[in-house]
């Protein structure tokens, strides 16, 4: 299992980590997420492509820096 963490500059709040956990959770191969507001980071967990995780975080309106 892989671990990719992710700058994402346009989360502020816990709106917007509820957000991403939501567009990350359907898709197939993420085992887990941690979204950490402080930071502005992104972390997850499986054996997802990265690719698939910067358009789903693109398409949720948070693409990574």
């Known amino acids: 299992m892989a671990e990719l963490t992710y ?3 346009a ?3 816990a709106g917007c980590a509820a957000t991403i ?3 990350l959770e359907p ?3 993420v085992e887990s997420t941690d979204v ?3 930071a502005k980071t992104v972390r ?4 997802v492509e990265d690719r698939v995780i910067r358009k789903v ?3 949720s309106g948070y693409p990574p820096a």
Do not use: Y
Not at 44 to 47: L, P, Q, S
């Open 7 to 9: 700058k994402v500059p």
């Open 11 to 13: 989360i502020h709040c």
């Open 21 to 23: 956990d939501e567009a």
């Open 27 to 29: 898709v197939e191969g």
């Open 36 to 38: 950490d507001v402080e």
């Open 44 to 47: 997850v967990r499986g054996t």
């Open 57 to 59: 975080l693109a398409a």
